[in-house]
């Protein structure tokens, strides 16, 4: 992760996963997650790593480019709708970044197009 905002991002995933998987799944050595939750993070990691945006990544909900396939976008909802009004009271700096993050309007689609390795959809909008 080049830039100091996406390794923010990516401990903002990394905290939303533990807060859930701690209270949804069996006992965890603690700061341990599940092989489930451990294996969203992986991917959450790499699809993270290799956004065509780069330092300009908008948050996922705000981006023309959908790389997450339908379960792992369906599991990242679920963990944030559960974890995110939680993050303001246990990591009060992280939640608010990423809700200023998610207020910045998304940049032109970059050239290249999808990393995911499916091609856009007719409308341009990204989606297969």
């Known amino acids: 992760m080049a830039t100091a905002r996406l390794q923010r991002e990516a401990r903002t995933m990394e905290v939303m996963l533990h807060l859930y998987c701690d209270d949804h799944h069996a006992p965890q050595p603690r700061r341990s997650l599940c092989e489930p939750c451990a294996a969203l993070h992986e991917y959450a990691r790499k699809r993270l790593a290799g956004c065509p945006y780069g330092p300009d990544k908008p948050t996922c909900a705000n981006c023309v480019i959908h790389c997450y396939g339908p379960r792992q976008r369906e599991a990242v909802r679920q963990v944030m709708r559960y974890a995110g009004p939680r993050m303001l009271l246990r990591h009060p700096v992280l939640a608010l970044a990423h809700l200023l993050d998610g207020r910045r309007p998304?940049?032109?689609k970059p050239r290249g197009g999808v990393t995911s390795g499916r091609?856009?959809?007719p409308d341009g909008g990204g989606r297969v």
Request: proline content about 50%; overall charge neutral.
């Open 106 to 108: 998304a940049p032109p």
């Open 119 to 121: 091609p856009a959809s």
